[in-house]
């Protein structure tokens, strides 16, 4: 069983930068794929990074319209992924939700997550 905990959303200006946290319990914790999603009002929830694994290190993914702009990375000895994000917009404003998956395979698919975070709310001002 893992347990998720996000962190470090709030109100931001366009152009500035939040950094999210998902502090996991549980064990194996470096052994699950850990992805981020979002969901803003009257919207389906979609993805957003994924942090897979890789022989030697890890493998990172990201939606489009992030890229450039977001880095996932996580930190085993902490038990805690992050989502770095730089030059917000408006239409990010969702709630942010981590995500843990068993499954090596899993990426950009919600259902492929067995264990998810309650949600922080990220709000990007105009």
């Known amino acids: 069983q893992v347990q998720l905990v996000e962190s470090g959303g709030g109100l931001v200006q366009a152009g500035g930068s939040l950094r999210l946290s998902c502090a996991a319990s549980?064990?194996?914790?470096?052994?699950?794929?850990m992805g981020w999603f979002r969901q803003a009002p009257g919207k389906e929830r979609e993805f957003v990074a994924a942090l897979t694994l890789s022989w030697g290190g890890s493998n990172t993914y990201y939606v489009d319209s992030v890229k450039g702009r977001f880095t996932i990375s996580r930190d085993n000895a902490k038990n805690t992924v992050y989502l770095q994000m730089n030059s917000l917009k408006p239409e990010d404003t969702a709630v942010y939700y981590c995500?843990?998956?068993?499954?090596?395979?899993?990426?950009?698919?919600?259902?492929?997550?067995?264990?998810w975070g309650q949600g922080t709310q990220v709000t990007v001002s105009s």
């Open positions: 995500a843990a998956a068993q499954s090596p395979y899993a990426l950009r698919r919600s259902g492929d997550y067995d264990y």
């Open positions: 549980g064990r194996s914790f470096s052994s699950y794929v």
